[in-house]
């Protein structure tokens, strides 16, 4: 049970969604849409867009680690492992051609989590620009949410995508990646004793109150 456009039978579908961990009790394995919207910068010919919910199984207690769920339930997201390759957030770094990127590991959905999403009744093939304003509309929605509901919504990961073609879903998880080519040097011992008298120097002739300006 994967929340789905009603009309993605027959035009496909497109759902942009966040993961969040809640903390009150939800209905459960129920999916709850708010009224049609038209909106231009979505859908360039009027079809109507929706804010949805979808809850799955509820965490009995917080005394015990939340279990995974079902993997008919869907993968709550993608994460990137990187236990492979220099990173410096998501930048990998590397030399000449060389830049080793780990693998891709689905996260199932676990209990206690629940999906926040925009849903548009139609395939949108190009995820990046569906995902930028979808962002933003959910960036406004969950903390109008959360203080309507007096509830906690602890976002999991970034945003995610499902785009349907009848029953076939294609899951996407849009991350931007960048490189950066860097040779990989012996730092000499020569260039070391430099930077530390640069360093020395440096301290020696600037207060602490101006120092800290710098930062």
């Not at 993608?78 to 220099?86: M, N």
């Not at 996260?107 to 548009?120: A, C, K, N």
Request: some cysteine.
């Amino acid at each position: 049970m994967i929340a789905r456009p009603d009309v993605a039978e027959e035009n496909g579908g497109t759902c942009v969604r966040r993961p969040c961990r809640v903390y009150h009790l939800w209905p459960e394995l129920k999916t709850f849409k708010s009224r049609g919207l038209k909106l231009s910068s979505l859908s360039h010919d009027n079809r109507e867009v929706s804010l949805y919910i979808q809850t799955f199984l509820n965490r009995p207690t917080f005394s015990e680690p939340a279990s995974s769920l079902s993997a008919d339930l869907g993968f709550s997201h993608l994460y990137l492992q990187k236990d492979v390759g220099f990173w410096r957030g998501n930048v990998v770094v590397g030399d000449r051609e060389a830049f080793p990127v780990s693998h891709v590991e689905p996260i199932p959905r676990h209990q206690g989590e629940i999906d926040v999403g925009i849903m548009l009744g139609y395939a949108q093939e190009d995820a990046a620009s569906a995902t930028d304003i979808s962002t933003d509309i959910l960036d406004i929605a969950i903390p109008l949410l959360a203080t309507l509901l007096d509830e906690y919504f602890t976002p999991l990961t970034r945003i995610q995508v499902d785009v349907w073609r009848g029953t076939e879903r294609k899951f996407i998880s849009p991350q931007r990646l960048d490189v950066e080519r860097k040779d990989r040097d012996m730092v000499s011992v020569e260039l070391l004793a430099q930077a530390f008298d640069a360093f020395g120097s440096l301290i020696e002739a600037i207060s602490i109150e101006d120092l800290r300006g710098l930062r």
